[in-house]
């Protein structure tokens, strides 16, 4: 069994105290690995090799240079992808397919970020007779990124990618669940040329590690993506030194299906924006708003989906692997059994196959019809796959259904009729809006984030490049 240790300045370190974590397979309950427990000290270490990198080789380079370096690792890490497919599949349970599609997201990311490094310009501005005035973007200096479990292959390359590109020096803090592949690309850009403490990476607990990171005074941006919950003490901890936050927290994002949608495009999007990687996805679409006349229609037809779902271990490569860890399973059937209390219908559900480890972290997928949109199943963020259906008779109706939970992710809209697309399209409070389709996190060049509580910043697509940079206005008289 593999003991992974932290990475800092291009060196690998155990942990100051010399304490490890347990990782566990959630496919099967087996023992992993073992991760450093890094703690405070060893976040300081980070911290101090990041800041020195930004007056080292790191920060002597180029935005060209920098580019080209994240181009190189990109292509390092799709030379790597069936270790790291392997390495996800086992450390946080999804799918081969779904493991591979994320390896090859965090390749792009790299590549568009490599591309986009020298793109980045400021203005000249119109100012006073005697004077030019310009604009130029500057690195924040050291940015820390606190990332999640569910995608974390994903997340690192938006953060990460656009950071290094604008020349920030960054420590990464994944969580404690998802650790290794963010450990194997620390060995991978270190491989292909990315100069010391450019990259740092401490493994711990959220609440060790993470908040050393979130209360640092010696860091100038943070990027969170994780639970409401954890990203409020996160911002809350940042504001004490003035620090900048990126928070891409939870949602309770909503696909609504008019009458005259295609449903045969339709309902294979409605269903997978669901089940993807088990339901743990920041944009997952876990409601579905139907307009009444369809509304049996589209249920019979979701059902049919939901039965033939197959739920087993990643190995398998079904449909659905695991959830992440036995806690999150717990959470998950917690509300499912709030749903059994309060009498909600279960219109389906998928199956767990039969020879899936017992000590694995299986649920099958549910799918929960006419819930009432008060319900705590169609207002609070589940993180698995658990899907609730409900009727609409009118447009201001589904408008208000959609806008009705504190979130504000994505919105997804099924209708061929123009002006209701771009009318629903302008009314909804999200982030991103997708018309007759649903892209779950969907696309590298797309700009990301979200409204009321799913948070504020935009990660992803160029606009990224923006947040990870600090704006400086120079002011020249030359009479
Ligand atoms: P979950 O509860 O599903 O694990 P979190 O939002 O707590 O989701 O986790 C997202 C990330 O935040 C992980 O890297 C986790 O370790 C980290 N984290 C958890 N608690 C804290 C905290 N108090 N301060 C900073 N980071 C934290």
Known sequence: MKTYRNFIANEWRDA??????????????????????GRREDVDLAVRAARQALSGEWGRLTATERGRILTRIGAGVLKNIDLLTEIEARDVGKPLTQARADVVALARYLEFYGASADKVHGDTIPYQNGFTVLTIYEPHGVTGHIIPWNYPMQILGRSLGAALAMGNAAVVKPAEEACLTILEFARIAQ???????????????????????????????????????????????????????????????????????????????????????????????????????????????????????????AESDLSVGPVVSQ???????????????????????????PDAP??????????????????????????????????FDSEEEALALANGTPYGLVCGIWTNDGGRQLRMARAAQAGQVFINNYGAGGGV???????????HGREKGFEALYGFASMKTISIFHG
Do not use: W
Request: with cysteine.
């Open 16 to 37: 100051v105290d010399g304490e490890h974590i347990a990782v566990r397979n959630p496919s099967t309950g087996e023992e992993l690995a073992r991760l450093a427990r």
């Open 191 to 313: 491989e292909e040329g990315l100069p010391a403490g450019a990259l740092n990476i401490v493994t711990g607990f959220g609440a060790e590690a993470g908040a050393a990171l979130s209360e640092h005074t010696d860091i100038n941006h943070i990027s969170f993506t994780g639970s409401a919950r954890t990203g409020e003490m996160v911002q809350t901890a940042a504001a004490k030194n003035a620090v900048p936050v990126t928070l891409e927290l939870g949602g309770k994002s909503a696909q609504v299906v008019f009458a005259d949608a295609d449903l045969d495009r339709a309902v294979p999007f409605l269903v997978n924006a669901g089940i993807q990687n088990a339901g743990q996805t920041c944009s997952a679409s876990s409601r579905i708003l139907v307009e009444r006349s369809v509304y049996e229609d589209v249920i019979a037809r979701m059902s049919e989906k939901y039965r033939a779902l197959k739920v087993g271990p």
């Open 327 to 353: 806690r999150q399973k717990a959470i998950i059937e917690d509300f499912l059994g709030v749903a059994r209390k309060d009498g909600l219908t279960v219109a389906a559900q998928g199956t767990i196959v």
């Open 358 to 391: 017992a000590d694995g972290a299986y649920v099958a997928p549910t799918l929960l019809r006419d819930v009432p949109p008060d319900h705590r199943l169609a207002q609070e963020e589940i993180f698995g796959p658990v899907q609730v259906i409900m009727p």
């Open 445 to 455: 060049e797309l700009p990301f984030g979200g409204v009321k509580k799913s948070g």
